[in-house]
């Protein structure tokens, strides 16, 4: 792991790193020594690990929760390459959603085009973070939704040291069976009048999932319209399983 730059906001650490061609933020209490837990964030389709949702979250994580945070660029974002399977599956899935048509096959099919990458990717991320003395080795906690969900699903029901997380905003997963493989609590966000992920689809997600403690949080709205309440509840959920 390499730092490229480092700034403080409020009390904030933030540091921004390499992991061979993998780009990656980490945020964590200004002076911080000792383990503590970890939250990873999974960003949106379109997003990058800076979008100022990513960077709001997780100060918000650490200021208050005193957790680290970490996110990283998933392929096709942010400072990654740019891959020609994903930016013409991105520029068809836009075409879809301005015209109204569902856009729930084209997403899928970008999650398993970099699904098979991602798990092996994040969980380097996470050993190498884990390593660092002022983040240490402790509990996981994962932060998704929208592709943050559908790429979350398998990290989490791959990775044993996640012990909770928030999830929604997803339907169809690339590995369907993924979803009941996750034993650990569970929020789930459903946008009732969402626009790109079919209610059923979403709702079925969340029956998929196999932890016997898990949350469905369903409001009024489109897919980029989840109420600012739901940071709160996030934090109060993740300082309740990872403390």
């Given at each position: 792991m390499r730092f490229t730059s480092e700034a403080w906001y409020d009390g904030v650490r933030e540091q921004l790193f390499s992991l061979g061609e993998i780009p990656g933020a980490l945020w964590t209490p200004a002076g911080a020594v000792r383990t503590r837990p970890v939250i990873f964030i999974g960003h949106g389709g379109g997003e990058h690990k800076l979008g100022p949702g990513v960077v709001d979250r997780a100060r918000r994580f650490v200021a208050e929760g005193g957790f680290a945070v970490v996110a990283v660029d998933v392929l096709g974002h942010g400072d990654r390459p740019r891959d020609e399977d994903f930016d013409r599956l991105a520029t068809e899935e836009q075409a879809r959603v301005e015209t109204g048509q569902e856009s729930a096959q084209l997403f899928a099919d970008f999650r398993t085009l970099v699904a098979r990458r991602t798990v092996v990717e994040w969980q380097a991320v996470l050993d190498a973070v884990q390593q660092l003395e002022h983040v240490g080795a402790g509990p996981v906690g994962y932060w998704g939704l929208s592709l943050g969900c559908g790429l979350g699903v398998p990290f989490v029901a791959a990775d044993p040291r996640v012990r909770a997380t928030v999830l929604g905003l997803c339907g169809d997963l690339a590995s369907p069976e993924d979803a009941?493989?996750?034993?650990?609590?569970?929020?789930?966000?459903?946008?009732?009048?969402?626009?790109?992920?079919?209610?059923?689809?979403?709702?079925?997600?969340?029956?998929?999932?196999?932890?016997?403690?898990?949350?469905?949080?369903?409001?009024?709205?489109?897919?980029?319209?989840v109420p600012a309440y739901e940071l709160d509840s996030a934090l109060r959920f993740f300082s309740r399983h990872l403390n």
């Open positions: 009941a493989r996750i034993t650990v609590p569970v929020e789930f966000l459903v946008q009732w009048n969402d626009e790109r992920v079919p209610r059923d689809q979403g709702l079925a997600l969340f029956d998929a999932l196999g932890s016997a403690e898990k949350a469905l949080h369903a409001n009024p709205g489109k897919h980029g319209e």
